[in-house]
C-alpha cells in the first residue's frame, strides 16, 4: 500500500497503523500517520463508551487433551479499547492459568490456556474487563466448567 509521497516509497509498516520509509532511513522518512481504525465502516455497529463496554458472552470448553480450554468472550462493541484479565482457578482456588490481553483489535475473542498441575475439578474461569489508569471497569464475568480427558486424546 503506497502513501501520498511523492516518491512513491513508503509502505505500511505495521498492524498499528504507523507508516515508515521501507528502507529505514531517517533522512527520508515522513514520521507517523494517524493512528488507523481496524473497523469496517459499513458494520453500522453502535460502539459503546468506555462506561457501558461490557462483557456479553464467556463460554469455555476443554480440549479433549485435558491440558487446554478454549475460552470464547465477546464484549460489546467498543469506542476505545480495553483491557480484559482472565484467570482459570481449580477445586481448591489454586490459579492454574491466566492471560492478559491488552487492546483487543475484536469484539469477539478466542485464544486457549494451558492448565498446570494435575485435573482437579471443577475449574472457574474469570474474566475482568477494565480501562488502565483508573478509568470505567466491568464487573468479573464467571464461568465454571469440568475438564475431563479423553483417554484416546493422547
Do not use: C
Not at 479433549?64 to 484479565?85: A, S
Not at 492459568?97 to 475484536?106: F, K, M, R, W
Amino acid at each position: 500500500m503506497k502513501s501520498l509521497s511523492t516518491d512513491g516509497d513508503y509502505s505500511m509498516g505495521d498492524v498499528s497503523g504507523i507508516m515508515w520509509n521501507r528502507r529505514r532511513n531517517p533522512a527520508t522518512a515522513q514520521g507517523i500517520i494517524a493512528r488507523m481504525d481496524f473497523f469496517f465502516p459499513e458494520d453500522n455497529l453502535i460502539r459503546a463508551t468506555p462506561e457501558e463496554t461490557r462483557v456479553t458472552s464467556l463460554a469455555a470448553e476443554a480440549l479433549p487433551d485435558g491440558r487446554r480450554v478454549r475460552v470464547n468472550l465477546e464484549i460489546t462493541p467498543f469506542q476505545k479499547r480495553p483491557y480484559i484479565e482472565a484467570a482459570l482457578n481449580d477445586a481448591d482456588g489454586e490459579e492454574v492459568a491466566s492471560t492478559s490481553v491488552v487492546e483487543p483489535l475484536s469484539w469477539k475473542l478466542e485464544f486457549i490456556m494451558h492448565i498446570r498441575g494435575e485435573i482437579r475439578n471443577p475449574y472457574a474461569l474469570t474474566v475482568r474487563l477494565y480501562y488502565p489508569e483508573g478509568g470505567p471497569s466491568d464487573e468479573p464475568r464467571r464461568f465454571v466448567f469440568e475438564v475431563h480427558p479423553r483417554a484416546d486424546a493422547n
